[in-house]
Every structure is written in structure tokens, then in C-alpha cells.
């Protein structure tokens, strides 16, 4: 299953690439990962990122009953700290 999702959201990622930009160019090796995975009963749901530098990351989740995937892609805009 793990196989399947970094596939999905590296071909997605591979659709989306500007192919023109320097940067994009320079990372054509980039790897895609697990972030975090759970299952439960038949459904699966990813969070996965990639090494490219774009600050995306991406919710995939298994519909085990259908036997269908869905794909949400989402940008980074920040990461702050408040304190308690």
C-alpha cells in the first residue's frame, strides 16, 4: 500500500513540475516519503512530503469500500511557535 500512495503522489508531483524553472530542474532526483500513516478497518490515509524545496505536502486517503484514492495537495505557508 505504501508503495502505491508514493507513486500516486509522485507521478501527481511529476504532472505539476515546472519543468522551465532552474530550481525544479535541479532536483528531477527528488525522493517522496511518508510523513505519517494510519489505517482503519479498510481505509488507509498518508500524509507524505517530498525533498523539493516548494513546501508542499499531500493527504492521500483509501477508500477501501470503493477502492478509490483522493488526493489533496496543500502549500506550506508558515510555521510559527506560540508559546503556552
Known sequence: MDD???KIVRDYIW?????SDELAAL??????????????LQNW???ISSTL???MYYELTYNGD????????YKKF???VIPA
Open 4 to 6: 502505491k500512495a508514493l
Open 15 to 19: 504532472e505539476h513540475l515546472d519543468k
Open 27 to 40: 532536483n528531477f532526483n527528488f525522493e517522496v516519503y511518508v510523513v505519517w500513516k494510519a489505517k482503519a
Open 45 to 47: 490515509k498518508y500524509l
Open 53 to 55: 524545496l516548494d513546501g
Open 66 to 73: 470503493k477502492q478509490e484514492w483522493y488526493l489533496d495537495a
Open 78 to 80: 508558515e510555521n510559527r
